[in-house]
Structure formats: structure tokens, C-alpha cells
């Protein structure tokens, strides 16, 4: 069966949070809870629920989590590669962010509830198997950048290891998260009933406060500016390319 990724994607299903952009710059109590909009949420109309934050949202701002982490991950990589100190740490509790976060939780969401209804509908068969492979791979990828940052004295084969998993990491889930926002996410949307996606939005937000507290985004969210301090990283300015003069300026032809 093919994959249908040539379906109407809409921008109000694009929405998404990065997590750096507010990485140590809003104190905690102006953060809304997980069940109010991070965004102008839209209502779900005729089930009388206010608006709030939808399950394809809710999923997509769970990986503005992810993409802070893999920028973690990013700097741990180039620290070893210079000959630095491997920054233990920091990875090791980066990495539990994406256990306990992401794999127990976030990807437990979506083999739960997301990919079975898009099976059912006969949508994005392949894609979903992929997907889900890509979570099992993932998950022990994870295992070991755990058991290899609890000690992170370790000889040139480890690190090297280290650096491996981690770029292993990125490389697959960049292209993951991406073809979720895009392409699984909004088909999700449109084979799932009205009165399905109004109460599974109660359920992914039930789930969460059950897992992480009253306000398990925001905490994470905190969590992961922590780790990006502890790594001088938290500034968001610091990513922005230096603006380089050009060095060949257009001059008029000389008259002969």
C-alpha cells in the first residue's frame, strides 16, 4: 500500500514550539499548564470543549523537546571531537529527557493511539512500520548513551562510540520528527472522527499529568534549559551566523 504524502497539509497543523527560543528567558509561573494553548489552539466545535491544545499539537510541541535535545547532543559531539572532556553530565541527563520524555511517554502516545488509527484507515502503512522500527532503534541507541555518561572517564574506543550514537541519533530523527509534523500528523487529523479527536486530546493530557506532574511541558521544558546552561549553549543569539563582508564588491568597468 502506498504512502500518501501528497496529502493537503495545512499551516495551522505546522505548529510547533522550539524550546530554546524560551530556554531560560520566562520565569515558570507565566507558563500556561499543558492543558492550555502554547498557541491559538483551535476549538473543536460542536463537543463544547474550549480551546485548547490539540493531539497533533500537543505531539509536535513534545518535539520542540526533542529538537533542544539533539542540539544537546550536537555540542557533546563537537566537545569530543576537539578533545575535550566528555560533558557526562549534561549528556546523561539529556538522555533521560529522551527516555523518560520521549520514548516512555511521547512515543508511547503515539504506538498507542496515533499509528493504530492511521492502520486502520489504511494510511501510511510503510511509513508507520518505519517509524516504529525507528523507535526500537532509538530506544537501545538511548540505553547506551546512558551506560556510556554514567562514567564518563572513558578510554578513545568509548568516546568515539559515544560520538557514533549520538550522531546515530540525530540522523534518524531529524528526518522522524519531520515526516510526523508534515505528513503523519495531519493525515492523523483527518481520518480521526471529531468527537475521537476531542477525547484524545483529554487523554494525551491526562496521560502527561499523570507521568510529570500538573505542568509536565513546562517542567521539561526547564529541564532542558538546565542541561543547555550547564552547557553555555542556553543563549538563543548564539546560533545566529556572523554577518561576513563580502569580498567582492561590484565595481563599475573602467572607461578606456
Do not use: N, W
Request: with cysteine.
Amino acid at each position: 500500500m502506498q504512502d500518501h504524502h501528497s496529502s493537503a497539509v495545512s499551516r495551522r497543523d505546522l505548529l510547533g514550539m522550539s524550546t530554546v527560543a524560551l530556554a531560560g528567558a520566562v520565569p515558570l509561573a507565566v507558563y500556561p499548564g499543558p492543558g492550555a494553548p502554547a498557541h491559538a489552539a483551535e476549538q473543536v466545535h460542536g463537543h463544547g470543549h474550549k480551546p485548547g491544545v490539540t493531539p497533533p499539537e500537543d505531539l509536535m510541541r513534545e518535539h520542540g523537546v526533542l529538537k533542544s535535545v539533539l542540539l544537546v547532543y550536537r555540542e557533546g559531539i563537537r566537545r569530543i571531537q576537539r578533545g575535550e572532556q566528555v560533558p557526562g553530565q549534561p549528556l546523561h541527563a539529556a538522555a533521560q529527557v529522551i527516555r523518560d520524555y520521549i520514548e516512555r511517554h511521547h512515543e508511547h502516545l503515539e504506538e498507542k493511539y496515533v499509528f493504530p488509527r492511521l492502520r486502520e484507515a489504511g494510511r501510511l502503512h510503510r511509513t508507520v512500520g518505519i517509524l516504529c522500527q525507528q523507535h526500537k532503534r532509538g530506544r537501545e541507541i538511548t540505553a547506551r548513551i546512558l551506560a556510556a555518561t554514567r562514567h564518563p572517564r572513558a578510554s578513545a574506543h568509548q568516546r568515539q562510540a559515544l560520538v557514533s550514537d549520538m550522531a546515530a541519533f540525530i540522523r534518524m530523527y531529524e528526518p522522524h520528527e519531520a515526516r510526523e509534523d508534515t505528513v503523519v500528523f495531519p493525515v492523523f487529523r483527518k481520518v480521526t472522527p471529531a468527537g475521537e479527536f476531542a477525547r484524545l486530546a483529554e487523554v494525551f493530557e491526562a496521560e502527561e499529568h499523570r507521568r510529570f506532574g500538573q505542568h509536565g511541558f513546562t517542567t521539561m521544558v526547564h529541564k532542558v534549559a538546565d542541561i543547555e546552561r550547564a552547557l553555555h549553549i542556553h543563549d538563543l543569539s548564539r546560533f545566529t551566523p556572523a554577518k561576513t563582508p563580502s569580498r567582492h564588491r561590484h565595481r563599475r568597468p573602467s572607461a578606456r
